[in-house]
């Protein structure tokens, strides 16, 4: 709060007048980037659907990195994104998901989106270094006697750090909840 105020010119009491924590201004920061996110008309296929919901929910937390962070720790929501939310877990459901799975389906993907966003962020900051990441040097200098698949792949490391892998893990991560009727 106090860096807030120190931002806004104030100090952290005058802030403490118009909202009651942390955690309110967070909610009220959170509901006005969600209000603002697209609502993009999403296919009729129920299947369809829930991918290009996905999508847009991963499109608009990455745009705003710190916010992951928040909604990680699980204690936070914007109400106005219940729309993509209810989008999502109406589609899971109209797939032939019970309530309670399209409940659970939802979890996964969301702790697999938060994941994959995390996961990118600490890419683009491995690339600010400008240098080889560490992890590379190690997976790409293992003994082929000892870790034979490891050193085959090793020409392939870099490149698959390269490419956002979140299309290609949501496909399956949708259809593998799809068979959990």
Same mark, same amino acid.
């Given at each position: 709060m106090r860096r807030v105020a120190t931002e806004l010119g104030a100090s952290p009491m005058?802030?403490?007048r118009h909202v009651a924590d942390k955690d309110e201004?967070?909610?009220?920061?959170l509901d006005r980037l969600a209000a603002e996110l697209p609502r993009p008309t999403l296919p009729a296929d129920p299947r369809d659907r829930v991918?290009? =919901?996905c999508?847009?929910?991963r499109d608009g937390l990455a745009q705003y990195p710190w916010i992951v962070d928040v909604l990680a720790q699980g204690d936070l929501i914007a109400p106005s994104i219940l729309w993509l939310i209810e989008e999502i877990v109406a589609s899971l459901h109209a797939c032939g998901l019970s309530h309670a799975r =399209?409940?659970?389906g939802y979890r996964a993907i969301w702790q697999y989106t938060v994941g994959s966003l995390i996961v990118?962020?600490?890419l683009d900051e491995i690339g600010k270094l400008q240098r080889p990441p560490y992890v590379l040097k190690v997976l790409t200098s293992v003994d082929p006697d000892q870790l034979p698949t490891l050193a085959a792949l090793a020409p392939h490391w870099a490149a698959a750090r390269g490419r956002d892998s979140y299309e290609l893990g949501l496909r399956p991560l949708v259809d593998g909840l799809l068979t959990i009727l």
């Amino acid at each position: 709060m106090r860096r807030v105020a120190t931002e806004l010119g104030a100090s952290p009491m005058a802030i403490y007048r118009h909202v009651a924590d942390k955690d309110e201004l967070l909610v009220l920061l959170l509901d006005r980037l969600a209000a603002e996110l697209p609502r993009p008309t999403l296919p009729a296929d129920p299947r369809d659907r829930v991918l290009s =919901a996905c999508r847009v929910m991963r499109d608009g937390l990455a745009q705003y990195p710190w916010i992951v962070d928040v909604l990680a720790q699980g204690d936070l929501i914007a109400p106005s994104i219940l729309w993509l939310i209810e989008e999502i877990v109406a589609s899971l459901h109209a797939c032939g998901l019970s309530h309670a799975r =399209a409940a659970d389906g939802y979890r996964a993907i969301w702790q697999y989106t938060v994941g994959s966003l995390i996961v990118q962020r600490g890419l683009d900051e491995i690339g600010k270094l400008q240098r080889p990441p560490y992890v590379l040097k190690v997976l790409t200098s293992v003994d082929p006697d000892q870790l034979p698949t490891l050193a085959a792949l090793a020409p392939h490391w870099a490149a698959a750090r390269g490419r956002d892998s979140y299309e290609l893990g949501l496909r399956p991560l949708v259809d593998g909840l799809l068979t959990i009727l």
